[in-house]
């Protein structure tokens, strides 16, 4: 069969070129020009060619804030991954009223919004008016996540479990139940163990999911601002002050918009860099299944 | 239009001409030749789009790397990077 062609369908694509450049490339290109710029307000810019960018690498402040940043997605990825694949394990497999119950139950937290499970978290937290922090204080345990950054840090990778890890369960309750009940038989005539059918049916079924889960989940973790903005400010100290929150220090706070262009730009292509290796595995994978 | 908002400055308008002339470059070329997709040293399927996205991409790291350890100016990562891009459209 001839397919025709017909080039008048790109038309159809215009609006959303036209909606992405607007909301996209232009204050892309911007953030790109005030990178090489310095101003002191007023739309008057003077060209400082790449210091900022030299100023931002050697910068120790955002060494810093890069660690911490890649120690917190990790930490997240290493608990939600493992711990979202063991609740969907053990959530009903057969379609029933329990399921749906379950599936509810799981979804709740991830319809909260973000600054509202921030302020969830702070109220949560505190030993005065808490439920978490007055029982710990009152068990003879020293919490106190205002003050002591192990306690931010534990409160903060707590909170974002509990909120992000129902997504990573969701996809993979779908990857699970796209597998036919014959492979379970095979397993059981074959005898095969717990893990044996995890490791060679669950989990090479819900691979494609599992990247997307990982994907999501290292994006949101790598970008995330507004639950310790509002759980903890940053604080105690600097503790907690991940990418994003001291991006916007810098650039709203100091209004330091030449620094902070620059030091924006590095996390864009961080993030465009393992979005693509994610992107292109996930791609890689799809073919090789079909 | 009063693009005065934008801070526009003539090496980032370079800077910018050249990557949208790349891409008018690119999409003439596959007018003028379409392509076969093709699996390279990354041992995966690559088109010249996805060639010209990882020389990009490369080029932005490399001149990073460049500035941190050696520092302005940049014209030895240039160099770097135009060889390196070679090698992407060559062997990726």
């Known amino acids: ?290 | 239009m009063d693009l005065s908002w934008m801070g526009w400055t003539q090496p980032t308008a370079i800077f910018f001409a050249t990557i949208g002339s790349l891409l008018v470059i690119m999409t003439v070329w596959n007018i003028l030749s379409p392509q076969t997709p093709r699996v390279g040293i990354l041992r995966f399927e690559t088109t010249r789009g996805d060639r010209l996205f990882i020389s990009l991409l490369g080029s932005a790291f490399i001149c990073l790397i460049w500035l941190g350890l050696v520092g302005s100016p940049l014209w030895g990562a240039l160099v770097v990077c135009v060889v390196f891009a070679a090698c992407v459209f060559r062997w990726v």
């Open chain 1, 1 to 290: 069969m001839k397919k025709t062609v017909n080039h008048k369908a790109w038309f159809m694509v215009l609006p959303v070129l036209l909606l992405v450049a607007f909301s996209a490339v232009i204050p892309l290109m911007t953030v790109v020009n005030y990178s090489v710029q310095d101003t002191f307000g007023n739309n008057e810019f003077f060209w400082v060619g790449l210091e900022w960018f030299e100023e931002v690498l050697h910068s120790q402040r955002l060494h810093e804030a890069l660690g911490r940043q890649a120690l917190f997605t990790a930490i997240i990825l290493l608990i939600g991954i493992p711990l979202g694949i063991f609740i969907a394990l053990n959530m009903p497999k057969h379609k029933g009223l329990w399921s749906s119950v379950c599936l509810v139950l799981v979804a709740l937290p991830l319809l909260i919004p973000w600054n509202v499970v921030g302020t969830i978290w702070q109220v949560f937290g505190r030993i005065d008016i808490g439920l978490l922090g007055y029982t710990l204080a009152s068990l003879g345990i020293d919490y106190n996540y205002t003050q002591n950054s192990l306690d931010a840090w534990i409160t903060i990778i707590v909170m974002d479990v509990w909120h992000w890890t129902s997504l990573v369960v969701l996809l993979c309750y779908a990857g699970l139940q796209s597998i036919p009940d014959a492979y379970y038989q095979a397993a059981k005539i074959d005898q095969a163990s717990r893990w044996s059918v995890f490791r060679y049916i669950e989990l090479p079924k819900m691979k494609g999911v599992l990247i997307i889960a990982i994907l999501l989940r290292f994006m949101d973790s790598f970008m995330i601002y507004t639950e310790p903005f509002v759980v903890t400010g940053g604080g105690p100290g600097n503790a907690t002050t991940f990418l994003s929150i001291d991006l916007v220090k810098m650039a709203i706070g100091q209004f330091d918009l030449g620094p902070a262009a620059a030091f924006s730009l590095i996390y864009f292509l961080c993030i465009l860099l393992v979005s693509w290796a994610f992107y292109t595995i996930m791609i890689h994978s799809d073919k090789e299944a079909n």
